[in-house]
């Protein structure tokens, strides 16, 4: 495993967003947790909401005197694959794993049991990944173990719950972004929902106005700041519908002819199914010159303090922020977007349920025809997607920042 190492992060610096009462009450959380040892696990330190959500969580809880580690899964290109095929397994997608998975799952965490192996007092682990780790410590496990499910496991797949059911059940809690995500074949034990957050005070949540962000965009990536502008920021994959996403923009140009569309999404260093979405949607968009795809295979830094400023610039830049997903156990993108008062159209589905309210803090769609509906509607009324981009930070300010979500573990390591 490979420790990811954080910089203490004082609660104080959110104290202008949530009030002096609120940090007061987060402090008295953490008090009887000073000197704990907690691990958590996961599967990368790049790319995904779970990469971007630890770095505040275990900054914070190091800042309010926990001893934090977060330490990152090291495994081979086929161990990428392998996990893909379970998170797509979890969200209901009929997979095929066989004795040689389950051999080359085990393996990899055998090579990772190390860490996992010393005294904790709380280990949480994230996503199906690391879950594994309970069919191989025997007598030698310490400390409280907790499931961090980030997917939507409403509607699991079979071969993915049987994969994994001989380890979950050795947890004793779960941790769901959803209530309807608690199904008892993959979470037997206590449930909690416990919803994500995301960090306002990092470069890629801090404020930028929306003419610096389409100079940006125009520069960097050369979109006509003079045109609309939709965007998608997320990776390429099945359930974040970019060929829907360009079929919507399609019927939308129809009403608003000069709208332009950019897809941006990073790809893993091993990523297979990202590199295969990807070639799916250049090819869908096939050559017209309004669609800009950007991944971090070309234009999209990989740097990552640049990477964030350029992400923040399409969150912040673009008239229309879409996230047509088809499943999705949460949306970190879609909340990042709404932070910035972004108007977001997104697909009626998992955890976006949660964040946006149809018609007040956004758009809820199920179709492709009902999403280029809302983006038309909203391209063509500045200030509706005024009132709701103003909405949407407010939702995000009260419910989807991190001091909320830090206060949610505090209280879950303290109840045991
Ligand atoms: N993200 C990014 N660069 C990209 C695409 C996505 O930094 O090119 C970030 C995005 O800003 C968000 C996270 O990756 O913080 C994605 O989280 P989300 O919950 O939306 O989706 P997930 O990838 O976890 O399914």
């Not at 719950?161 to 380890?167: G, R, S």
């Not at 909340?335 to 998992?350: N, Q």
Request: charged share 25%; with cysteine.
């Amino acid at each position: 495993m490979r420790r990811v190492v954080l910089a203490p992060k004082s609660i104080c610096e959110y104290e202008g967003l949530i009030g002096e009462e609120a940090v007061g009450e987060i402090r008295e959380l953490a008090a009887s947790l000073r000197g704990a040892r907690v691990l958590h696990v996961n599967a990368t330190a790049y790319g995904d909401g779970v990469a971007e959500l630890l770095p505040s969580l275990v900054g914070l809880k190091c800042g309010l005197g926990l001893e934090v580690e977060w330490h990152v899964l090291t495994g081979n290109a086929s161990f990428t694959e392998l996990t893909q095929k379970l998170h797509n397994g979890l969200q209901g997608m009929e997979v095929a794993l066989d004795p040689s998975d389950r051999a080359l799952y085990l393996s990899t965490l055998e090579s990772n049991l190390e860490v996992v192996s010393r005294a904790w007092d709380f280990v949480v682990v994230h996503d199906p990944q690391p879950v594994g780790f309970l069919g191989l410590l025997d007598g030698r496990r310490t400390g409280h173990w907790l499931w961090r499910c980030h997917v939507d496991t409403s509607t699991p797949g079979e071969a993915a719950v049987d994969f994994l059911a001989p380890y979950t059940r050795h947890f004793e809690v779960s941790l769901v972004s959803m209530p309807g995500y608690a199904v008892p074949e993959l979470h037997p034990s206590r449930t909690e929902v416990v919803l994500p957050s995301i960090d306002p005070l990092t470069p890629k949540n801090q404020a930028l106005s929306p003419s610096l962000a389409r100079q940006i965009l125009a520069t960097r990536f050369g979109l006509d700041p003079e045109r609309p502008l939709i965007a998608q920021v997320s990776r390429f994959g099945p359930w974040k519908d970019p060929l829907g996403v360009i079929d919507a923009y399609r019927e939308v140009k129809r009403r608003v002819a000069d709208v332009q569309l950019a897809l941006v999404g990073n790809l893993a260093d091993n990523d297979p199914e990202g590199t295969e979405y990807l070639a799916m949607t250049l090819d869908h968009a096939a050559g017209d010159t309004d669609i800009h795809v950007f991944s971090t295979l070309d234009r999209l830094s990989r740097d990552e303090l640049t990477h964030a400023l350029e992400i923040n610039a399409f969150q912040s830049g673009s008239d229309v922020v879409l996230q047509k997903s088809i499943r999705e156990g949460f949306g970190l993108a879609a909340t990042e977007a709404m932070w910035k008062r972004a108007a977001v159209v997104a697909g009626r589905v998992g955890g976006l349920v949660e964040q946006i309210e149809d018609g007040v803090h956004g758009y809820l769609v199920s179709s492709v025809e009902e999403c280029a509906e809302c983006v038309a509607v909203l391209l063509q009324k500045p200030e509706l997607r005024q009132k709701m981009g103003a909405r949407a930070r407010e939702r995000v300010r009260e419910r989807f920042i991190a001091p909320r979500h830090l206060a949610d573990y505090l209280r879950i390591l303290q109840s045991f």
